[in-house]
């Protein structure tokens, strides 16, 4: 993998939780860390060895500073970020659940640095010059008009520059609406080659009626066969991506996932666990099938180290997947628990 460079592009956030599963009504401290659905990745996968960097945009202050910081200390290249001298960190508060009580996101980013920010002033061939993959995610033009042009002139740029792009689906209601997301997000694909989530998604059959209406939160193999062949006519793909989950309880989950690759479907095994941090799971399975098709994994390993990257993630407090060896993740995708000596 020595010529792959990675960069991905998205919002840095401050993640503000309180300790021992407490509530924010409850709690009189909460413990500071940094996260983003892409920065997520671009950490995952420099922790795998990966050359990865990220551009963001965060305020020219101390805080700024310390998110960035962070990456940094994970491996990660920062040199493409860009300091603000308006706007403000985006934050979100996040509520672990415990048992029967399920986890809660309280986002607080609105007018931050990056949502502000005029992206028509950012030469993007420039930017992505000596790079080979591009990731992006839906959650991004959920943001604000600039961060919608920001994924339109990124998509492009890397076209031009014959770049492998990645594009992470991401719906966030709380960010924006559901037709809107998927107006949007459609425009993006013809840019993408591989794409994890088959939502927000147009995809209209004959009548008129989207064909993923109606599809099962638990598709059989013949359901999702059916719409990755759809999706991949229309649009080429190399890659689809997308995990099931399972919910027992808030502290117990389970996961499987689908995958289109070269062709044909190909589903993991299931995997059952206890969850000490969900955040961050679905960028994890992301990064964790980007990393194994770098590695030209066989397509079954694939689809499972791609589970099993998400999973380990969930025993991590913290957005970021901190797993710095690949045999980790191939042992629990083997299922193999021995201790390592």
């Known amino acids: 993998m020595e010529n792959i460079r990675f960069i991905t592009m998205g919002e840095l956030l401050l993640r503000l939780s309180p300790p021992n599963y407490e ?20 950490a ?17 202050s101390s805080i700024g500073k310390a998110a960035i910081r962070y990456l940094r200390s994970n491996d990660v290249h920062c040199s493409p970020c860009i300091y603000a001298p308006e ?32 992206f028509s002033t950012v030469d993007f061939k420039e930017k992505l010059q000596g790079f080979t993959w591009l990731h992006m995610s839906g959650i991004t033009p959920a943001l604000s008009d600039n961060c919608r042009k920001l ?10 520059l014959n770049m492998t792009v990645s594009f992470d689906c991401n719906f966030r209601s709380a960010l924006w609406g559901w037709q809107e997301a998927r107006d949007c997000i459609t425009e993006y694909l013809p840019y993408v080659d591989v794409l994890f ?3 927000p998604i147009n995809l209209c059959g004959e009548d008129g009626k989207d064909l993923k209406d109606g599809l099962s939160m638990n598709p059989t193999y013949k359901e999702q066969d059916r719409i990755f062949r759809e999706l991949h006519k229309r649009y080429n ?4 991506g997308r995990h099931v989950r399972y919910v027992h309880s808030g502290s117990e989950n389970s996961l499987k996932a689908f995958m289109w690759y070269n062709g044909e479907t190909y589903e993991s095994r299931t995997f059952r666990f206890n969850i000490l ?12 099938m ?25 025993t991590m407090h913290g957005d970021f997947n901190i797993t710095d060896d690949e045999e980790s993740i191939i042992k629990l995708m083997n299922q193999e628990y021995e201790i390592r000596r």
């Open 151 to 160: 994924v339109t002139y990124a998509l492009k740029a890397a076209k031009e």
């Open 23 to 42: 509530k924010i009504r409850t709690t009189d401290e909460f413990k500071v860390t940094y996260g983003g659905a892409e920065a997520n990745v671009a």
């Open 237 to 240: 793909f190399k890659a689809i």
């Open 290 to 314: 980007i990393y194994a098709i770098m590695r030209n994994m066989p397509p079954e390993e694939i689809v499972n180290f791609a589970v099993a990257s998400s999973v380990i993630k969930h």
């Open 277 to 288: 941090d969900r955040v961050g799971g679905g960028d994890a399975f992301a990064s964790g």
């Open 44 to 60: 995952a996968l420099s922790n795998l060895g990966v050359d990865a960097s990220y551009l963001t945009v965060v305020p020219d």
């Open 197 to 199: 989530g088959i939502e």
């Open 87 to 118: 706007g403000r960190m985006g934050i979100y508060f996040l509520e672990e659940g415990f048992g029967v009580r399920s986890s809660k996101v309280t986002y607080d980013r609105k007018d931050s640095a990056f949502a502000k920010y005029d």
